[in-house]
């Protein structure tokens, strides 16, 4: 293959010059010539007409009938782009299936990605130059130079192909138009963007250049006739051009109030890559999509993963309905000005839903047992069960789905040199809080709560930096963006989860709040001298990127088998069970399972300042209800802090019993009794969301870099 431009203009020709007449290269002579007069919107006028017609865009622009040297040369670039997309679609094609391991596979996805991003239609062509002129540095380029040698010896026509491939595009995106109607509801024919003469087509544009700024990448949508364009090169990539066909489909199904939304680009094209996902039958195309869905923009490039766990969250909770749902709402608000907040609300609100599913008694048999041993092994589960160990991870699956089980970590911080505090807030700006918080990288969850305070958030400090999160809330104080708080640290990490309340035989919860109360207050009277102690947490143990990798996983999914993990992660399975094994001797952290939808999504939040032996009685009767988290506090009280899952409809019952038997019992002060709401900031280890790369904030020696300074202007400054 030619290495350098020297070599490539010994060919007889210029790669434009081997295309036939045709659209195609017309388009490809004409974006350029109209970028050198200033004549796009001409240019652009010719290209949209119904009937294209290669004499009259001729006759208004004749200099592209003998384009001259430059104009060649600028157009046989672009070609090339198309040239370039063909060959690492065969790449795509003929490699793929050689990779078994999933981690490796990923790994060859994200370099074909990096290399897939010089076919969008960036000003600049150095990249795209670096590709060609490359003698194979590695695999990769190895492979795709060999491709790319064929296609330049054989002076590559694509003309006939581009036809082809032009129907295909037709062909496809009707046939997701079908399929995302079936999704969401919503036929085209009733779309508030429906336009009777709907068109796919594909040029050049000659006012379009993407950037890393460019959302709905690959394609132009002209509403105003209808037409849908789809860059050429994006046309001889099938799994880019599916999903981006996929995407377009999606879009315009949306409810046009979202096109008037602060951010709506972002969500419309996160929304419509999402559904594009759902759309691929071959695992591999989905990931491959999910890799290159970004094109070339910045903002989600890193985490595009995460756009699955958010939609795959909503919908476990909502279920197969919930496009249809958020559809739904969306029209039913009609031309009023949404914000973002309230396209998530809807989302939260759908998921947010009392369930009351019912469970047989051989479900409850096993909710019993993922409850005490979240990691169980599936032969163990069968052979506890009496099944087969088939049934038993079906079993397993199923039951996860229905009651919304979400298997992961609890991680003594502590060991990891972090401090968790506990911060209950007043605010009459709750939007500015947020914002701050959400820009916070330490910042680990945000709740909004209903009743003595607005919102409940933990934020995870280092050691080193103690004073730090006094001095950030005391700022926000005199900022008049917060007006009240209530700062505690976390002492102890303490969970349940406990089925025995459950009625098989009525499908429903049975607490008896009145014998609860009752057993608290007769256990307060014994006064017992166990009480809970937890002097010997607190000591850091030494961790490494690795490892901070292995606990994101796990606390994703702690039933991820560890072989799985090891591909993911790129080494052995047998090397992360001694690092499993490792953490776990040294109580780094533990599994858990937190059910979702079980009937109890009534969640109390109660802060008490009494003594430990209260708070163990406290901790060892909330054991008896559905499932509650809590710790041991210090700080602005000292006591028992605790969110309690309790029956749907019944959080009043348990504030009762609670405000009965200990607070009007003299056993404790109340400092909060709260019902929590929305989960508005959720993530887990500490990452900078203006970095947008995972680990930034640890170090390669084990330290985590914290920037006061910076940090403290959040406070001043609320987006």
């Not at 094109?295 to 766990?309: P, S, Y």
């Not at 199923?398 to 911080?413: C, E, H, P, T, W």
């Not at 030494?542 to 790129?570: E, F, M, V, Y």
């Not at 929590?676 to 959720?682: H, T």
Request: hydrophobic share 40%; net charge neutral.
């Amino acid at each position: 293959m030619p290495k350098s431009e020297a070599q490539l203009r010994q060919i007889n020709a210029q790669p434009i010059t081997w295309l036939s007449d045709g659209k195609l290269k017309l388009s490809i002579l004409l974006r350029n010539e109209a970028t050198i007069t200033n004549r796009a919107p001409e240019a652009l006028k010719y290209l949209l007409e119904e009937r294209f017609s290669p004499a009259h865009v001729m006759s208004a622009f004749p200099s592209i009938t003998a384009a001259g040297k430059t104009l060649k040369q600028k157009a046989s670039e672009d070609y090339l782009r198309c040239i370039l997309a063909k060959g690492i679609a065969e790449v795509y094609r003929k490699v793929t299936p050689k990779y078994r391991n999933e981690a490796a596979r990923k790994q060859f996805f994200k370099r074909l990605v990096e290399i897939t991003e010089n076919v969008h239609l960036s000003e600049s062509n150095d990249k795209l130059h670096q590709v060609y002129d490359s003698a194979g540095n590695d695999d990769m380029m190895i492979w795709v130079t060999n491709e790319l040698q064929q296609l330049l010896a054989q002076k590559a026509d694509l003309t006939t192909e581009y036809y082809a491939k032009l129907n295909s595009a037709r062909n496809e995106f009707r046939s997701a138009l079908r399929d995302l109607e079936s999704i969401t509801g919503q036929t085209w024919h009733e779309s508030e963007n429906y336009h009777t003469s709907l068109a796919i087509t594909s040029f050049f544009p000659p006012d379009v250049f993407e950037s890393e700024e460019t959302w709905r990448w690959g394609s132009q949508w002209r509403p105003e006739l209808g037409v849908l364009n789809i860059n050429p090169p994006i046309l001889f990539f099938e799994v880019l051009r599916r999903g981006v066909l996929a995407r377009e489909a999606a879009i315009l199904l949306s409810p046009k109030n979202l096109e008037t939304m602060e951010y709506a680009p972002r969500v419309l094209c996160e929304q419509g890559e999402y559904l594009a996902y759902k759309l691929f039958e071959r695992k591999n195309d989905g990931q491959l999509w999910l890799e290159g869905r970004h094109g070339l923009r910045k903002q989600t490039r890193v985490f595009g993963h995460g756009l699955i766990e958010f939609f795959d969250f909503y919908e476990m909770m909502v279920g197969d309905s919930l496009y249809r749902e958020v559809w739904s709402r969306l029209k039913e608000f009609g031309g009023i000005r949404l914000a973002v907040s309230d396209y998530y609300t809807i989302f939260n609100t759908l998921a947010s839903r009392p369930t009351n599913p019912r469970f047989d008694r051989q479900e409850k048999e096993l909710l019993v047992l993922l409850s005490k041993r979240p990691d169980v092994k599936a032969g163990e589960a069968a052979r506890l069960l009496k099944v087969s160990v088939p049934t038993a991870m079906k079993a397993i699956r199923d039951l996860s789905k229905r009651a919304g089980l979400r298997f992961n970590v609890i991680v003594d911080m502590q060991k990891l040199g972090l401090i968790e505090n506990l911060i209950l807030i007043n605010t009459a700006k709750q939007k500015d809080v947020i914002g701050i918080l959400s820009r916070f990288p330490y910042c680990r969850q945000v709740f909004r709560t209903y009743g003595s305070f607005d919102l409940f958030t933990v934020l995870d400090i280092p050691f080193e930096h103690r004073e730090f999160t006094r001095e950030f809330l005391q700022s926000m104080m005199d900022n008049g963006i917060i007006t009240r708080y209530k700062m505690l640290e976390l002492n102890g990490d303490l969970q349940a989860v406990n089925f025995d309340c459950y009625n098989v035989d009525r499908g429903s919860w049975d607490v008896h709040w009145d014998t609860w109360g009752i057993g608290l207050r007769e256990n307060l009277a014994k006064r017992s001298s166990n009480s809970l102690d937890y002097a010997l947490q607190g000591r850091k143990v030494q961790l490494d990127k690795l490892d901070l990798h292995i606990l994101w996983n796990l606390q994703l999914d702690c039933r991820t088998p560890l072989s799985a993990l090891g591909r993911s992660l790129n080494v052995s399975g047998a090397y992360i069970g001694k690092k499993v094994s490792k953490m776990l001797r040294e109580m780094v952290f533990r599994y858990a399972v937190w059910p979702l939808k079980i009937g109890a999504e009534d969640w109390g939040m109660i802060g008490l300042a009494c003594s430990k032996q209260v708070a163990s009685t406290l901790a060892q009767s909330l054991s008896l209800l559905p499932a509650w988290r809590g710790s041991l506090v210090t700080g602005d009280f000292e006591g028992l802090f605790a969110i309690v899952w309790c029956p749907n409809g019944e959080v009043k019952q348990f504030f009762k019993a609670v405000d009965d038997r200990i607070v009007r019992g003299g056993h404790a002060q109340q400092e909060c009794m709260n019902s929590v709401g929305e989960w508005l900031v959720a993530r887990w280890l500490p990452v900078d969301p203006d970095e947008l790369t995972p680990w930034h904030l640890f170090s390669e020696d084990g330290r985590w870099l914290f920037d006061e300074s910076r940090y403290l202007t959040l406070a001043k400054q609320p987006s």
